[in-house]
């Protein structure tokens, strides 16, 4: 029998969480140095509470739907625990669970009771290989995102993969710029391992990217902290690395990334393109990642979402995106129509 319950604490850190995220299909964005940090400072800072479904069964974590709950237009919203800083929305459920919510009912509406009263459920933005694990939960047709994720798998030796992989005219121009950034400065690529300097790091890619992307997240302090803390707390363990390049001594790129079997999850990039525009330094980051990537037995370099046309270059294949959304009631029913027509009209979906 399963002890189904909805808690606003949930102890992420804790052994019992990283045993079952360790066996569930779910992605770095629910690993526990991700969700614990998601927690602690984000849904505050934006107006909303944690809504954490755990399922137990004698006394024994099964599963936990990470989600928050915020009220919109007088409506409660349950949304997936995104915020606009998680690529990948999945439940984290194990093998046997998934079964079992797939197949008895009866197990599914003691979820959904556990639920609560709300308005419009929102679940976004969901990998194909994760439909089908929020179906077992919510069992209605995904929509389609208007953008893609994009990954590429990775193996030694390195420069074999890069000429099967890399455009032909794009690894010529890294190559030669490279080469030539190397010969005429002394150019330094390390992986930050000291949590007070990944935190610095995360404070110079913040600087770096400054009036270069509109509405960068990056650029608040909620989500600036956020981002340190997950680097900082990750940098000794397999849930998050951070990389800093130098020239002559001097910062001029930091790459944040997450890690997770045998995945590589670029997230954010930073570089000085007025010191260092001409060696091309994010295209050269991205290089040196995957070639090091490859060294350490890694086998898939994830660039996730975005269409970037740089991610093709690298061999990429596209990874459709899509959203769920469940309205209840008239209310519901009308604030779903607002969200679907600001989403449409933002080319947000098809």
């Not at 849904?43 to 004698?58: D, K, L, W, Y």
């Not at 099964?62 to 997936?80: A, D, H, T, W, Y």
């Not at 790091?201 to 509109?214: K, N, Q, V």
């Not at 951070?242 to 997770?260: A, E, I, N, R, Y």
């Amino acid at each position: 029998m399963f002890d189904i319950k909805l808690e606003n604490k949930f102890d992420f850190a804790a052994a019992e969480y990283a045993d079952v995220f360790s066996r569930a299909r779910a992605s770095a964005f629910q690993s526990p140095v991700w969700l614990n940090n998601f927690y602690q400072k984000m849904p505050q800072s934006f107006g909303a509470s944690p809504c954490i479904v755990t399922f137990r069964e004698n006394g024994v974590l099964r599963g936990v739907v990470p989600m928050i709950s915020r009220q919109k237009m007088g409506m409660r919203l349950l949304e997936s625990a995104d915020l606009g800083v998680s690529d990948y929305a999945a439940p984290v459920l194990d093998k046997e669970l998934r079964r079992q919510l797939g197949s008895e009912c009866t197990l599914r509406k003691r979820f959904e009771d556990v639920l609560g009263q709300y308005d419009i459920l929102r679940i976004k933005p969901v990998r194909e290989e994760h439909v089908g694990c929020w179906q077992v939960l919510f069992p209605v047709d995904a929509m389609n995102l208007n953008f893609s994720a994009h990954g590429v798998d990775v193996a030694a030796p390195f420069d074999e993969w890069r000429t099967a992989n890399i455009d032909p005219k794009l690894n010529g121009q890294i190559k030669r710029k490279g080469k030539r950034w190397k010969k005429q400065h002394d150019v330094h690529l390390a992986r930050l391992t000291d949590p007070q300097d990944v935190k610095t790091a995360i404070g110079e890619l913040t600087r770096l990217r400054e009036g270069r992307f509109e509405n960068d997240p990056i650029q608040t302090d909620t989500v600036q902290n956020f981002y340190a803390d997950v680097a900082a707390d990750g940098a000794n363990t397999d849930a998050a690395e951070t990389w800093q390049v130098t020239s002559d001594g001097k910062p001029v790129g930091v790459v944040f990334g997450l890690t997770h079997k045998g995945r590589f999850l670029y997230l954010l990039i930073g570089a000085d393109y007025d010191k260092a525009g001409r060696h091309s330094p994010g295209l050269q980051l991205y290089t040196w990642l995957i070639e090091d990537w490859i060294a350490r037995g890694g086998n898939n370099f994830d660039f996730t979402i975005g269409d970037e046309a740089f991610k093709h270059q690298f061999g990429t294949t596209a990874t459709p995106m899509s959203m769920f959304c469940i309205a209840r009631g008239w209310k519901g029913a009308l604030l779903k129509k607002i969200v679907l027509h600001r989403m449409k009209k933002q080319g947000a979906i098809t």
